[in-house]
């Protein structure tokens, strides 16, 4: 069931709340964390889409705040879904219009759970410095999507210089079947690594942070290079026994090659919003492999500069 309220106020928000909770006996208030969702009309479908699949993993109340015209009148439309129709938690959608579209914060505090964590997330072009966001300062986690940005890496660059514990980018997380992937063929005898390199996309800021992620770890260099994509196509490492090599070029399967072994299959299928979106909730601590390579690639970015 589905109420809606249009032109509405947060206390009659709250009201609607309260006896939709004593209709259904209260199953709102069983959730792990509140997830505010920060979008525009275009994005807000398919955002509340991915929470609505995450909320299956974690038990969310989802607030997806939705900005409309920001020359019309101040108002509010709601639209209020009970638990189970979008999910196991309730989900409000509110369409804010004029300046309350410049100050979310004031809609969205008297409607957050007492002692509930709350998870900031713009799934279009978020903002430079989360943690000073209007938004942002109320949540424990705040989660970007550099890729949304006209200018990927520039974006990415640039919120790296602003980065506070709990900021987090899907760039990264992305990335967690390729670092997994290339951290297990660390696990098998291959010789010293001396360099390697990173084949993607130009502007796909998910291969500079895997190029930085091995820069770091492996303490060596690592060459960016462009592809037609999709996505990140390859990963070589250069070894003492010769190259160990990762190649998708489907976005699928991808092949690992060793020296002096047969090709082995492996699946690599890049990652949906969703998938993305429900690793980063299954942790409200700061990540700090994340921020150790964010800072990296903010220093690579400007040793770049510094030599062109």
Same mark, same amino acid.
């Given at each position: 069931m589905t109420l809606y309220l249009p032109r509405t106020t947060t206390s009659q928000i709250t009201e609607a709340l309260t006896a939709e909770r004593h209709s259904v006996g209260g199953g709102a208030m069983n959730i792990v964390l509140t997830l505010v969702i920060v979008t525009d009309e275009a994005d807000h479908y398919d955002a509340v889409r991915a929470a609505t699949e995450?909320?299956?993993?974690h038990p969310s109340r989802i607030l997806a705040l939705i900005r409309r015209d920001p020359e019309a009148e101040p108002a509010i439309d709601a639209e209020i879904r009970r638990?189970?129709?979008?999910?196991?938690?309730?989900? !409000? !959608?509110l369409r804010l219009y004029g300046p309350l579209g410049e100050h979310p914060d004031s809609v969205v505090t008297p409607l957050l759970v007492p002692d509930t964590p709350v998870v900031a997330w713009w799934p279009g072009q978020g903002p430079v410095e989360?943690?000073?966001?209007?938004?942002?300062? !109320?949540?424990?986690?705040r989660i970007t999507d550099a890729l949304r940005a006209p200018d990927p890496l520039g974006d990415l660059v640039t919120r790296i210089q602003h980065y506070q514990p709990g900021d987090t980018d899907l760039t990264w997380t992305r990335l967690t079947p390729w670092r997994s992937l290339l951290a297990s063929t660390m696990d098998q005898p291959c010789g010293w690594v001396t360099g390697a390199t990173v084949v993607g996309e130009p502007y796909y800021p998910s291969t500079d942070l895997l190029a930085a992620w091995l820069s770091e770890q492996l303490d060596v260099d690592v060459q960016r290079e462009e592809s037609d994509g999709p996505g990140i196509t390859s990963a070589t490492l250069t070894t003492d026994c010769g190259d160990i090599s990762i190649n998708r070029r489907d976005g699928r399967v991808a092949v690992l090659s060793w020296p002096n072994q047969p090709d082995q299959t492996v699946a690599l299928s890049r990652r949906r919003a969703s998938e993305a979106l429900a690793e980063e909730l299954r942790r409200l601590d700061a990540d700090e492999i994340y921020e150790s390579t964010a800072k990296h690639v903010g220093r690579l970015a400007n040793r770049t500069e510094a030599n062109a």
């Open positions: 995450v909320g299956r993993e638990p189970g129709t979008s999910g196991p938690g309730e989900a !409000l !959608l989360p943690a000073a966001d209007p938004v942002g300062r !109320l949540a424990n986690r």
